[in-house]
């Protein structure tokens, strides 16, 4: 299993930017991709940015293109996403997920980091 931990949400002006960092621990060699998802109150979570791990190999939402960006660190065991030019309607609680290479689905969590963009 692989634990998940967010840091460096908060509270943002319209425009400015955030980096959020995700710290893993545990089976590292079992991971096959990382992503960045988010969800805002009474609304499903969405899936913001994912990287595999090993290759590198980015993919974003339509919505974030040319503004976020995903990175990691295999040193540190850490993810990133790099958020600029953020808007009100990026506001959400951001999480960090960890796909396993025997899954086809995010199965492991952080518990979450809030963003909030004021307009």
């Known amino acids: 299993q692989v634990q998940l931990v967010e840091s460096g949400g908060g509270l943002v002006q319209a425009g400015g930017s955030l980096r959020l960092s995700c710290a893993a621990s545990g089976r590292m060699f079992s991971i096959y991709a990382m992503g960045w998802f988010r969800q805002v109150p009474g609304k499903e979570r969405e899936f913001v940015a994912t990287?595999?791990?090993?290759?590198?190999?980015?993919t974003y939402a339509d919505s974030v293109k040319g503004r976020f960006t995903i990175s990691r660190d295999i040193a540190k065991n850490t993810l990133y996403l790099q958020m600029n030019k953020l808007k009100p309607e990026d506001t959400a609680v951001y999480y960090c997920a960890a796909r396993d290479t025997r899954s086809n689905a995010y199965d492991a969590w952080g518990q979450g980091t809030q963003v909030t963009v004021s307009s």
């Open positions: 990287i595999t791990w090993s290759a590198g190999t980015t």
